[in-house]
Nanobody, 124 residues
Framework: QLHLVESGGGLVQVGGSLRLSCAAS????????MGWFRQAPGKEREFVAA????????YYGDFVKGRFIISRVNGANTVYLDMHSLKPEDTAVYYC?????????????????WGQGTQVTVSS
């Protein structure tokens, strides 16, 4: 299983942008689909975005509405989440995750490796 480490979280004002990174090690990164989830206090973990291992598809949570973009650089063993037009409701711990599936990668049970999370706080 991959070892995943997120970075790039922090405090940002409403309407601002952040880039989250997730560095992977310990496995063949290109053979995994990669995803981002988030969890706010008192709420369930929520799907944000995923990038299939085939590179053919990306998936986004309904709330994203074009504000976030997931990308990956296999040569760098890294997946990114570019977030724009941030809102206070985007405040959460953001987690990177790896899946062996090619598709239907939108629920936590589809993923086998998780990072420790990075805090994103959007202030109004």
């Amino acid at each position: 299983q991959l070892h995943l480490v997120e970075s790039g979280g922090g405090l940002v004002q409403v309407g601002g942008s952040l880039r989250l990174s997730c560095a992977a090690s310990g496995g063949a990164f290109a053979s995994y689909s990669m995803g981002w989830f988030r969890q706010a206090p008192g709420k369930e973990r929520e799907f944000v975005a995923a990038y299939s291992r085939s590179g053919a598809r990306t998936y986004y949570g309904d709330f994203v509405k074009g504000r976030f973009i997931i990308s990956r650089v296999n040569g760098a063993n890294t997946v990114y989440l570019d977030m724009h037009s941030l809102k206070p409701e985007d405040t959460a711990v953001y987690y990177c995750a790896a899946s062996v599936y090619v598709s239907t990668i939108t629920t936590p049970s589809d993923f086998i490796s998780w990072g420790q999370g990075t805090q994103v706080t959007v202030s109004s």
